[in-house]
């Protein structure tokens, strides 16, 4: 069965520093999704990608955040400078129709120290 | 905006059945979603109804939704050890991002 791939399915790192999430989708979904999800919470829309280009950024805090999806395949998400408010885990999903039946990879848990 | 409710914690015996419930408030949504979240994983889509369908069965799992009172419940029959997780309601309207709710904690009791 196909399955969306994310790594490291663990990070841990200092306050200031680069960090980066990788994932795959599962082959053929055209939207990918990159999500946020605190403990104790639901996932919540960082940023979504139709093929390579963004169509939904809204949520994402620029600033520290950027995503990528160069050739509308595999994406990364990268967070710099992290900060102790960053915790979290960080989920990627991928769909064939828009917002439509997302399929989930295992999540990348992160910590900020 | 819209939003998702979902009661926190509900504990049941080995071999009763579950019932989990969802509110929502936005009128237009399409598509409800159940989702299933086991610790330290991510979230596996269990099953999803359509707006204009009222029930929807899958082997031990029946969504019921009530659109008039804007109600989604799944119910779980034979809960096992391992249906113990987070269960997540969410929907979306019209291709807008997906709402979840916060999440209920199944615990299933031997």
Not at chain 1, 47 to 76: C, H, I, N
Not at chain 2, 66 to 75: A, F, P, V, Y
Not at chain 2, 99 to 105: A, E, H, M, N, R
Request: charged share 20%; hydrophobic share 35%; aromatic share 10%.
């Amino acid at each position: 069965e196909a399955e969306v791939a994310q790594s490291p399915r663990y990070k841990i790192t200092e306050k200031s520093q680069a960090v980066a999430f990788w994932c795959d989708p599962i082959s053929g979904h055209a939207t990918l999704y990159w999500y946020r999800q605190i403990l104790g919470q639901g996932p919540e829309l960082l940023v979504q990608f139709q093929d390579e280009s963004v169509v939904d950024d809204s949520q994402l805090p620029k600033d520290r955040f950027s995503a990528e999806r160069l050739k509308g395949v595999d994406s990364t998400l990268k967070i710099q400078p992290a900060e102790l408010g960053d915790s979290a885990m960080y989920l990627c999903a991928s769909s064939l129709r828009v917002a439509h039946e997302q399929y989930f990879g295992p999540g990348t848990r992160l910590t900020v120290t | 905006g819209e939003d998702v409710e979902q009661s926190l914690f509900l504990s049941v015996r080995e071999g009763d059945s579950s019932v989990i419930n969802c509110t929502y408030t936005d009128s237009s949504s399409t598509y409800l979603y159940w989702y299933k979240q086991e610790p330290g994983a991510g979230l596996q889509l269990l099953t999803y109804i359509f707006s204009n369908m009222d029930m929807k069965q899958d082997q031990r799992l029946t969504v019921l939704l009530n659109k008039k009172d804007k109600h989604l419940s799944l119910r779980i029959a034979d809960t096992q050890t391992g249906d113990s997780a987070i269960y997540f309601c969410a929907e979306t309207a019209s291709a807008r991002q997906l709402t979840f709710g916060s999440g209920t904690q199944l615990t299933v009791l031997p």
